[in-house]
């Protein structure tokens, strides 16, 4: 059974014409993140929730929002994207836990593939 | 900031042990992954490391921890085709908005010969 989903797996747009994607998770997990991942690159962290608390990476552009309505779903929304925003978008949850030793496993949904026409 | 280097591309013969590399640098991680992605898929968990431990054993896959030298590998024994795919090596640490996040290397992509 899917864990995380992403929503839709392709999409297309046009240059400056916004678009959101979409993260669910069944896993009642209280973290949850966004990647954007170029081709032959490493998955770059966004932002993240860690419950409704918004945790935004210091370079990431201000044409990358989110939204976080409740405990299972998460947005991404690109407000004009450029050429350079196409990528594969990675939702990822966990389950926070404040001791150190304990593992912490992030779970992946399959990506949201973003085309820029 | 934190940095995980990882060789791009590796090549063996199926039924050869592979060896995918890693370094980081971040001294505070406290565990280390490595993911497995597919073409047009997403990242899947192969095995993790504590950062207290050495080595790790997972049916075909052994994982090494030098911590000292701050350097991650992942053995492959009797690597078959399905093998193929890009390796991601992680690191995961704690961050100072009290989360736990991960940073990745590049990949490596194995390629898997018949």
């Known amino acids: 059974d899917a864990m995380v989903i992403q929503n839709p797996r392709y999409q297309v747009t046009q240059f400056g014409k916004p678009v959101t994607l979409s993260c669910s998770q069944t896993?009642?997990?209280?973290?949850m993140y966004w990647y954007q991942q170029k081709s032959s690159q490493a998955p770059k962290l966004l932002f993240h929730?860690?419950?409704?608390?918004?945790?935004n990476e210091a370079d990431t552009p201000d044409n990358f929002q989110s939204r976080r309505p409740n405990t299972s779903f998460c947005f991404l929304d690109i407000r004009s994207p450029g050429l350079g925003d196409a990528a594969m978008y990675l939702c990822a949850t966990s389950r926070l836990h404040p001791r150190v030793e304990v593992y912490n496993e992030q779970f992946f949904g399959p990506g949201t593939r973003l085309t820029v026409l | 900031g934190e940095d995980v280097e990882q060789s791009l591309f590796l090549s063996v013969r199926e039924g050869d042990s592979s060896v995918i590399n890693c370094t980081y640098t971040d001294s505070s991680s406290t565990y280390l992954y490595w993911y497995k992605q597919e073409p047009g898929a997403g990242l899947q968990l192969l095995t993790y490391i504590f950062s207290n431990m050495d080595m790790k054993q997972d049916q075909r896959l052994t994982v090494l921890l030098n911590k000292k030298d701050k350097h991650l590998s992942l053995r492959i024994a009797d690597t078959q085709t399905g093998d193929s795919a890009i390796y991601f090596c992680?690191?995961?640490?704690?961050?100072?908005?009290?989360?736990?996040?991960?940073?990745f290397g590049k990949g490596t992509k194995l390629s898997v010969i018949p």
């Open positions: 896993l009642n997990h209280n973290v």
């Open positions: 929730y860690y419950d409704k608390d918004f945790n």
């Open positions: 992680a690191e995961g640490h704690y961050s100072g908005a009290g989360s736990y996040q991960l940073t």
